[in-house]
């Protein structure tokens, strides 16, 4: 098995953890290629190590993501153009998707390399605008906001060519199961699970009481139309693609062809991290009480 190792060559100490984890790759004679963007943070590897995007994702069986949630979320973008899949090690600060902590990468290593691990798929979204050439791939979610602006927006959303409502808010979030625990919890949304064959629609901060989170069928093709307004219009895929425009248009968001793989060593398990990361379930009152 072939390792790629990609990170956030921006944060601190991050050639610490790469160069922890080429050792433990080393001792047990795997071999593994490290992006070229962290050669300078990781002065003990081997130069003829480093390799740019294409030779790294065609080379590697896996691609280990270091960094936090938004590491690995640009790796699973490019390592789905190979259909390869990541694991992310976290190296941020909640890092829910990149599940395995960096004090647990001997043991998982060793998982992968016995064949103790499962391949997931999760799905993802495909958005289109009419009149764009530009399409937005989304693994969490596809966000159409207000743009900074302070006028709400009004969008009227129909599922498979039927009504559904017209929605007066900061925006809309349309949310993968993988992305149920990101953006659209912190707008009220349901926890999704993995294996969960839905997307949910959220809006940011809605006008009425009465507009609360829909899930829908995977199949289901979404369509919000913005009418003639004042100020632009954003929509995001994953925060990280995003596009400003002016009103009125109409954005069509459907399950997207190609999914996203993910390495699921047998250790790992869903449930744990939701109750370890975000204290699902946890009774508030074992943290006790504050004095003042």
Not at 115 to 142: H, M, P, Q, S, V
């Amino acid at each position: 098995m072939t390792f790629g190792i990609v990170g956030n060559h921006r944060r601190e100490r991050v050639g610490e953890v790469v160069e922890r984890i080429v050792e433990a790759l080393r001792e047990r004679g795997e071999p593994f290629i490290v992006h070229a963007a962290l050669k300078d943070e990781c002065r003990t590897v081997d130069p003829l190590r480093f390799a740019e995007d294409d030779r790294l994702y065609q080379a590697a069986d896996v691609v280990l993501s270091v960094g936090g949630d938004g590491t690995w979320l640009n790796a699973a973008y490019a390592a789905r153009k190979r259909d390869k899949p990541t694991l992310g090690v976290n190296f941020g600060r909640l890092g829910f998707l990149a599940e395995v902590e960096i004090n647990r990468i001997d043991s998982v290593i060793d998982e992968l390399t016995r064949g103790e691990y499962r391949i997931e798929e999760r799905f993802a979204l495909d958005t289109t605008i009419e009149g764009i050439e530009r399409g937005f791939y989304a693994i969490n979610d596809l966000v159409i906001d207000k743009a900074g602006g302070s006028n709400m927006l009004e969008m009227v959303v129909s599922i498979d060519g039927r009504y559904v409502a017209t929605i007066l808010a900061d925006g809309l979030i349309a949310a993968t199961p993988t992305g149920s625990t990101a953006y659209a919890l912190s707008a009220g949304g349901p926890i999704v699970t993995p294996g969960a064959d839905v997307l949910t629609l959220c809006a940011i901060a809605p006008h009425s009481l009465t507009v609360r989170p829909l899930v829908a069928p995977a199949s289901s093709t979404v369509e919000v139309r913005i009418p003639e307004r004042r100020g632009r219009v954003g929509v995001y895929a994953d925060g990280e693609r995003s596009l400003e425009l002016d009103a009125p248009f109409t954005a069509t968001i459907a399950r997207s062809e190609r999914s996203v793989k993910l390495v699921r060593p047998n250790s790992v398990d869903y449930f744990a991290t939701l109750r370890r990361k975000l204290f699902w379930g946890a009774d508030a009152r074992a943290f006790g009480e504050k004095k003042a």
